[in-house]
């Protein structure tokens, strides 16, 4: 399961789950009956694409946390459900992305401090390529519009 999360990654995403599924048939069914279904995970596991891009997304992101980025949640974002809200601001000018035809919004996410601060950068191997480009047309849609 390491191997999946910090290995493989988003490059190969099914990886994580095989990687259970083999645990899982161990502790069910025992050995020796779960040695095909060990070989089936390790052979995916070997030949899945890699990348560690998740992994080196947490790093930066714990470090900034440490180093005092972590800032405020932008006040459109936080709830508004409660007296006293909109004096606080809170939910003003929110957009539900819902409402957007490309079911995303263009408005700012990330605190003040991390705004344009990109953690995951996907290597474009594996199920990472297609992950990339979905990535890059949300970015350039929450970039382009926000204002």
Aim: no cysteine; aromatic share 4%.
């Amino acid at each position: 399961m390491i191997l999946a999360s910090e290995d493989i990654g988003m490059a190969g995403p099914s990886a994580l789950q095989v990687a259970v599924a083999a645990a899982q048939t161990v502790a069910l069914i025992g050995m020796p009956e779960a040695q095909l279904t060990l070989a089936h995970a390790t052979i995916h596991l070997a030949t899945a694409p890699k990348s560690n891009a998740v992994t080196t997304a947490l790093a930066a992101a714990m470090n900034d946390i440490k180093a005092g980025k972590a800032g405020l949640v932008p006040a459109h974002l936080r709830d508004g459900h409660y007296s006293g809200a909109a004096a606080l601001g809170n939910a003003q000018g929110y957009k539900y992305s819902h409402d957007d035809p490309d079911g995303v919004v263009a408005q700012q996410y990330p605190p003040d401090e991390l705004v344009d601060v990109d953690y995951y950068r996907p290597t474009g191997r594996g199920g990472e390529r297609e992950i990339a480009g979905r990535l890059d047309r949300l970015r350039a849609i929450i970039r382009k519009k926000r204002g």
